[in-house]
């Protein structure tokens, strides 16, 4: 019995075991991996709708996604079968996705693969990411001006570059306008978790919080915000039609820039593995509507700062910066090179937390 | 009125048919459930099996899934078959893999492949073997139910685990993500077959599995064991020490959770993080017991659920269906398996 169930399994393995083929005819198959839930309302919904805009407005490009996708093992399994499914282009929208993507890139060389937020890189292995500190720095000055407590909560993911930089070019933002604002951090230590997001805005609107940011993947502490009657700053999408009360602004990704420049890099064949980096300038962030109650004064000031940016003129980065244990970390007249920005692990004067240690 | 009688023999013809008919059972109802969803079962079930054994490539993810599962369920058929339940396998699969990964993290990574491995293999066994003597010395001397501190240990292995991570073996240029320096070159198993992630650690599952058919069948300790299992005290007047015997096989079997653990880590992984798929440690029990304890049918069992596992992450692909389906089938399928264990021992029958 046990021989003939051997026999056979060899039989079926012998039968089906051809190769799924590598080759596109013509069309490029396109992978995306979400770590959240694809309707998240936040960071991975944002990337399922710069997927649905590339498959718009790029006809000869074919796209699949898996959503809630697990850091680790189970990752590199899932991009392993789109590559045997014939998928030829991955793009991995997770920092936590980064040495699954490098491990099978290497495996893999004639699949192309983005990653997003991470640093490293291969021959066929590019990163993307945008400037949303501009974005952030916009915001900060709108909720700089309309803070009343002088007390912002800002619900943080994890301690990473990434989004020590928001919080940083939030501040700056609402402290140019009111040098009295400060900023209070808690750390979830999860990009996608409701429950925490929300109770972390609780915390803070019991503190006296009047205004709520958050750099995590869901809308939970935009609801907090409503049901207490303060203010919140939008992430990730523009929720502004839901919550129109309570939204100042918001900061928004279009990623679907990024997805339709570089599968038409792919198809012309001058796609490099760059790390990509665009701005409010390249259409790839931008701010959300403005919220009812927000005046045309603080519009008018958010507006023109906004263009300034766009023209070159004006650097969020730029010096005097102070850290908020007191040192100068960028002299005046000086700016932030983008390695210092990538690398960021301290916070600016006004925040209110610490990174954790090493 | 309807009434259970027990069979005298069982024979192995009637087991394999029985566990068949069950999981076909299963099958069925979780064929239900899936239609209930709103989705073709016959479609979900035929892209079940062609993503877990339809290629080389998908069959290879199914061995790769399948090798914790037969290490763990190797260790857990020795302690079982002396009636001594180890919940334990996830704790002591999380304790190999830390103990194995001490080794890529902290020794030079220049050291020789072999050195170096051989030192992930002991380290991988000694974590899971001294997780595993905690309760069985527990309840050698003390009478602790070893149900329970296995249990309970599980959940401490998860927590040293994460104190590791979160402290001083965190990668310092993980920018705060709990995730170990990667394991260099020299820490990581060979692969066995070319463009697939099945490494050595096939090998020694396959290995395992034979020592233990051997032990069982072959040896001393073997027949202990089966006198233990049958009765405790019938072993203690024939002159069979218990204890010693307890001792013996809870280490063994955590020695195997606990290799699979390094198998995972050095093979699969290449760095130590949190999420190391310890529900492998669970998921073996099942294994075990569909298998009637016996190593050669808990190698096809691990095949199956291995299948299961890896063809359930395809069908998200290709189905678009949520991986809680996978876990839906699972679920009814090992519960029409365990419920059809009462016709192995018991027939049906009516009496007016």
């Known amino acids: ?358 | 009125m309807l009434y259970f009688e027990k069979k005298e023999n069982i024979s192995n013809k009637s087991k394999l048919i029985i566990s068949l008919v069950s999981l076909l059972i299963g099958i069925f109802f979780g064929g239900i459930a899936i239609a209930v969803v709103g989705i073709n079962p016959f479609a979900v079930y035929k892209s079940l099996f062609t993503n877990a054994f339809g290629s080389w490539y998908s069959f290879s993810e199914t061995l790769v899934a399948a090798t914790p599962l037969l290490l763990i369920t190797s260790g857990l058929i020795l302690v079982f078959r002396m009636s001594v339940w180890n919940i334990g396998a996830y704790g002591q699969y999380i304790m190999g893999a830390i103990f194995s990964s001490y080794f890529a993290i902290f020794m030079p990574p220049d050291l020789s492949k072999p050195l170096m491995l051989s030192l992930m293999f002991f380290g991988g066994l000694l974590g899971g073997a001294l997780w595993a003597l905690i309760p069985a010395v527990l309840k050698v001397f003390w009478e602790v139910n070893e149900v329970i501190s296995t249990l309970l240990l599980n959940y401490i292995a998860l927590y040293v685990l994460k104190f590791l991570m979160y402290g001083s073996w965190r990668n310092p240029t993980s920018y705060g993500f709990p995730l170990s320096k990667p394991f260099p070159e020299s820490a990581q198993l060979p692969i066995i077959f070319q463009h697939t992630r099945v490494s050595l650690g096939f090998v020694f599952a396959l290995l395992a599995v034979i020592a233990v058919w051997f032990v069982i069948s072959k040896t001393k300790f073997g027949y202990e064991i089966k006198v233990i299992g049958n009765n405790p005290t019938t072993a203690k007047y024939a002159g069979i020490s218990v204890g010693k015997n307890i001792i013996t096989a809870m280490m063994i079997s955590g020695a195997l959770a606990g290799l699979a653990g390094m198998v995972q880590v050095s093979g699969i992984i290449h760095f130590l993080q949190i999420k190391l798929n310890a529900n492998y440690g669970y998921t073996s029990i099942i294994v075990a017991w569909v298998s009637y304890l016996n190593p050669f049918l808990s190698f096809m069992s691990s095949i199956l659920f291995g299948g299961l596992e890896s063809g359930g992450y395809s069908i998200q692909i290709s189905m678009r269906v949520s991986y809680g389906i996978v876990g839906l089938i699972e679920s009814i399928a090992l519960f029409s398996i365990v419920g059809a264990q009462i016709f192995l021992n018991y027939r049906l029958r009516w009496k007016k």
């Open chain 1, 1 to 358: 019995m046990k021989k003939v169930f051997s026999y056979l399994l060899v039989a079926v393995v012998l039968l089906f075991g051809s190769y799924a083929s590598n080759a596109a005819d013509g069309k490029i198959k396109a992978a995306f991996l979400l770590v959240g839930p694809h309707n998240d309302g936040g960071w991975s919904q944002s990337h399922n709708d710069g997927r649905l805009y590339l498959q718009k407005h790029v006809p000869y490009v074919e796209t699949a996604y898996s959503e809630t996708v697990p850091e680790g093992a189970p990752c590199e399994k899932i991009i392993r079968d789109y590559i045997h499914k014939g998928y030829n282009v991955i793009f991995g929208t997770s920092f936590g996705f980064m040495d699954s993507m490098y491990n099978v890139a290497k495996d893999y060389p004639n699949v192309i693969f983005e990653h997003c937020s991470g640093y490293k890189t291969r021959k066929n292995m590019g990163t993307y990411f945008g400037r949303m500190y501009q974005a952030d720095y916009l915001s900060g000055l709108v909720a700089g001006m309309m803070t009343k407590s002088n007390y912002i909560g800002f619900v943080a993911p994890f301690p990473i570059p990434e989004v020590i930089r928001e919080i940083n070019s939030f501040t700056i933002g609402a402290r140019e306008v009111n040098p009295k604002v400060e900023v209070h951090v808690i750390w979830t230590n999860s990009w996608f978790n409701p429950v925490k997001e929300r109770s972390a805005a609780n915390t803070f609107i019991a503190n006296k919080a009047d205004i709520i940011a958050s750099g995590c993947d869901s809308p939970a502490s935009i609801e907090g915000a409503k049901k207490a009657g303060v203010y919140a700053i939008g992430y990730d999408r523009d929720n502004h039609d839901k919550f129109p009360k309570t939204i100042l602004t918001s900061r928004i990704w279009h990623w679907g820039v990024f997805y339709t420049k570089a599968i038409e890099e792919i198809k012309n064949k001058t796609w490099k593995p760059t790390p990509y980096w665009g701005g409010l300038k390249d259409g790839i962030i931008s701010l959300g509507k403005f919220g009812n109650t927000v005046p045309k004064k603080v519009k008018d000031y958010v507006l023109k700062r906004q263009q300034e940016i766009i023209d070159g003129k004006f650097k969020v980065f730029a010096g005097p910066i102070y850290d908020n244990k007191g040192k100068l970390r960028v002299k005046k007249g000086d700016e932030l090179s983008d390695q210092d920005k990538l690398s960021m692990q301290w916070f600016v004067k006004g925040v209110v937390g610490t990174v954790p240690n090493k």
